[in-house]
């Protein structure tokens, strides 16, 4: 079971960026999805979180600017990045509670970060 991140960049300010995460392998069930990020000396954060009934909630810097969504049919979770900001720049991860087959309950799963750099 992994997740696999793709469509981070370059992109000038005040553009938009799609990204998108996939699970793949042997999985039974997925639960709450999220995106999160790091910048260069700061912690990771979360950026976007939703629930596998779609419920979301996002970090007060990205409101009104991001939107997380989710394809249960294709195991994929998305972030539409608009109106970016310098401030933006990060390596942006997914992260998913994925049930595996064979397992007995939910588990952690991360995936490779995405780089997303924003130019003034």
């Known amino acids: 079971v992994q997740l696999q991140a793709s469509g981070g960049g370059l992109v000038q300010a005040g553009g938009s960026l799609r990204l998108s995460c996939t699970a793949s392998g042997r999985i039974f069930d997925i639960n709450a999805m999220a995106w999160y990020r790091q910048a260069p000396g700061k912690p990771r954060e979360l950026v976007a979180h939703?629930?596998?009934?779609?419920?979301?909630n996002y970090t007060d810097s990205v409101k009104g600017r991001f939107i997380i969504s989710r394809d249960n049919a294709k195991n994929k979770v998305h972030l539409q990045m608009n109106s970016l900001k310098p401030e933006d720049t990060a390596v942006y991860y997914c992260n998913g509670d994925l049930w595996a087959r064979g397992s007995t309950m939910y588990t952690e799963y991360w995936g490779q970060g995405t780089q997303v750099t924003v130019s003034s």
């Open positions: 939703i629930t596998n009934g779609g419920n979301t």
